[in-house]
């Protein structure tokens, strides 16, 4: 079983969905909590293949300890809408997923980017050669990207054995001291941190490419961003879900308000991953595939057009041709005797003709056309339904795109600068206000003891609600969503006049 097998089965063979965060009957986590003794830790395990890396720490001294995984996957996605309004259009990207298993239970949050795979089916030559170029410049970036996104994850789980006295497995169990729950608590912290720009790398790498790709006309219209009420995916979908102890992926995609994906999909053997999903649109469903290989190889260069068999050189023609020429040149006749009368004057010599004859006769070489002119940095301003947009275009050489984004609320939008011949012009522009401020949240530090604390302590984020138990860093509203839906259904009642979704933010940002 390769490496990437191994890691996909680890990380799907996990306990019930139930015995989530707040799921009653579980004992206290004596690794996050107060001054307890918790188990010794054997190792700080690292798994790095092509499309997958993992983090797993071990526990040896209590059976019933779960072990921490956190793992970041990359996947090849691909999807197909075969009914619904969008019957026959595709979805096709690189997933990027973040997962952390522990106590049982495995979430996941990422990306799918969408693909760089240009169509130059018909293009020019020239066009053909600028779109290789730049999937392979594309694919160098990545490729840098990942590895020095391993060589850090590889240094902070390197920081980790070192907090854990060096990963000894035939030491005696020992008490985990304060400064290695620290220790393992910022490990966690910084894996979230440096995997989510990691992945914010690679969308920005991917979408500067693709905007230039397009430019040249080579994106296929069924792999750009859909309108009506699927919203813009231009930038991708957003991804959350969670794993279940069979390898069952329900996955929720979202780009924007109004486009959501939700997908369901099985995992199988070798890693990949199929299933259904509806979405984007009412009515639209379709089928899916993720699998464990990188971002999709650009196709091969159409092979060059065969080039004709050099014609022969021929042979130099005499000035003038012989018609028709006599080989070899017979001798002359004997001029006759007398001679005739008169006597025939000779035929005059031809003047010589060029060979071959120019036609028609070559101008002088006009002089170079000049080079098209650069365009020089300057402040941009675009408007879109009432909304106006900033940024400063950094300049470029003629024929160059860059994208330009305003990301300073309340307006924040994008737009695609074209330079040619020192003229820069704006296309795909947008541009929008940013909606007014939520009301605040009803839910209060109370409410969570009172609803959350029933069967073992919590801490979210530094703010300890009741001490002992579990504590939490870094985890998104729309995963607390999940675990708050959970407790309810395991009996847990949320306060009058609230809502789970308050719970997920007040827990996510308990400050």
Known sequence: MNESTKLSARLSVIAFASALLFGCGGGADTASGGAAAGPAFESVQMADTATALSVRVASTSSPTTASMVVAQMQYTFAATISAGPHAGQTIAGTLLLESEEEHGVIEVEGRLIPSTTASTSGATSDVQAQAQALQAQLDAQLEALRTAYKSDIRALADQLRQAFGGGNTNADPATLTDAQRAA???????????????????????????SQLDALGVIPDSSKSRGGD????TGGYDVTGTIT???RYDLTLKAGKRSVIHAVGQLGVGGQISGTFTGPSSGDEGTFTATTGGVTAPPPPPPPSPSPSPSPSPSPSPSPSPSPSPSPSPSPSPSPSPSPSPSPSPSPSPSPSP???PSPSPSPSPSPSPSPAPCASAPMTWTLNGSTCNATYTGGVSGSTLTLQDMT???TGSAIAACTNGVVTLTAPTCVTAPPPPPPNPVTHQNIVDS?????????NGVVFKSGGYTVTGRSAQNWLTTVNNMTRLGSTLATGTTAQNYADFLANPN
């Open 230 to 233: 699927q919203g813009d995916s």
């Open 184 to 210: 393992l608590q910022q490990f966690k912290e910084a894996f979230a941190a440096r995997t989510t720009q990691y992945q914010s790398d690679v969308l920005a790498a991917t979408l500067a490419v693709r």
């Open 409 to 411: 609320a309340p307006t």
């Open 245 to 247: 102890a069979d390898g």
């Open 452 to 460: 959350c604390t029933g069967c073992h302590g919590l801490t979210s």
């Open 355 to 357: 060979s071959p004859s």
